[in-house]
Nanobody, 115 residues
């Protein structure tokens, strides 16, 4: 199965930007979909953004217009560009890839939004 490694998290001030990366150990050309989830302390994991095999995208309402999910098949990488970050965006962000027959999850990357 394909393994995933996320990176790009960190501490940013409100209004700042981060770009998360999710690098797969194998080809992502055959994925059914890819998504970014997040989980804040004491809350359930929630879907933030999703991209389909045809590159159509969907976003949680709270991040629409601020976050962009994309993919680079040549680099086996899924990205999440996050702009105009807010304190409520702070969470551990997880990458998820859906293949025929299984899902693959990354280990998560912490995003902290604070002055």
């Amino acid at each position: 199965q394909v393994q995933l490694v996320e990176s790009g998290g960190g501490l940013v001030q409100p209004g700042g930007s981060l770009r998360l990366s999710c690098v797969a150990s194998g080809s992502i050309r055959s994925i059914l979909a890819a998504a970014w989830y997040r989980q804040a302390p004491g809350k359930e994991r929630e879907l933030v953004a999703k991209i389909s095999s045809s590159d159509s995208t969907n976003y949680e309402n709270a991040v629409k217009g601020r976050f962009t999910i994309s993919r680079d098949n040549a680099k086996n990488t899924i990205y999440l560009q996050m702009n105009r970050l807010k304190p409520e965006d702070a969470a551990v962000y997880y990458c998820n890839l859906v293949f025929y027959g299984y899902n693959s999850w990354g280990q998560g990357t912490q995003v902290t939004v604070s002055l």
